[in-house]
């Protein structure tokens, strides 16, 4: 019974050890992330007592983003005596680029900045680029896509199918048109179409006044189609090839010293955390300590979701 005793004690102290261990290195992996939230609040933030040009990169499906907008915010309080605005996106909401046209063309008032095409600039990318003073893209860069387009699925014949019938009470028949779970009515397409044509042809005159197109012009780059580098040049939707070297040297033609530093400029928590590489190491760490709950959060925190709602302009090549 002794010895029993002994091996029960041993037990519990090597337990008390596991959870003393796993516990520290939870708070380790606390400690770790919050000094990398603290460093990547202060990156991409120039002193605002120092001259530079600044390098802001748009990659991506243009969502809202409150993180984009301070950052622009302060852009237009800072020392940066250029910007360059390096997009990389084929588009997204139409809200949300028009409130990035809105913020380059404030920051624009006070200096000169300059668009660089990357792979692709077109729809909502074309929107914020410009807003730019020049544009620069590659050769073989993608660009133009202008248009506007409202997608929603039909699952009527689906549910037809499956037996299912949803019953809606209106307070009119235009109300919450088109659903998706019952055919499109004539007259809510319609009402659909008008609100297309009405963004469309704000984003035509957009195209009109920054890129000094009317006419036959206009007409032949606003039929939604795409163009490269070297097509876009022809057609006035871009002002030069070249790549960033070159935006840099137009800016240089602007008064700008092209020996100034140039400085990325990231939203806050644009560092490892929001790349997301530290916070599944750590819930892998957890799991693998025993605290899936941990985990679990630790993984929910970064599913900011990506959704688009409204009317999108973004270029999506189909899948045939």
Known sequence: MALNAEAILERRSLRRR????????????????????LASRGAGKPGP?????????????IMDDEKRAKLFKSLDKSEAKGVLLVVNSPGGGVTASEDIYVAV??????????????????SGGYIAAIAADHIVARQNSITGSIGVLAQYPNFSGLLDKLGVEVESVKSSPLKAAPSG????????????????????????????????????????????????????IGLKLVDELGGEDEAIAWLATKGVDAGLPVREWKPEGSGLGAL???????ASLADGLGAPALGAALRGAGQDGLVLDGLLAVWQPAAQ
Do not use: N
């Open 18 to 37: 596991v959870a003393f261990w796993r516990v520290a290195a939870i708070v380790l992996v606390g400690v770790a992330l919050a000094v990398g939230a």
């Open 105 to 122: 063309r404030k920051i624009a008032e006070t200096r000169p900045v300059v668009a660089v095409v990357q792979t692709v600039a077109a």
């Open 49 to 61: 007592r120092s001259a530079h040009i600044a390098r802001v990169e748009l990659s991506g499906v």
């Open 276 to 282: 997301g590489l530290a916070r599944s190491a750590a």
């Open 181 to 232: 779970v019952e055919p499109t009515s004539p007259e809510a397409r319609k009402a659909l179409e008008a609100l297309i044509l009405d963004s469309f042809a704000w984003f035509k005159d957009l195209v009109s006044e920054r890129r000094k197109l009317s006419g036959p012009q206009l007409a032949a780059v606003t039929d939604g189609r795409v163009f490269t580098g070297r097509q876009a």
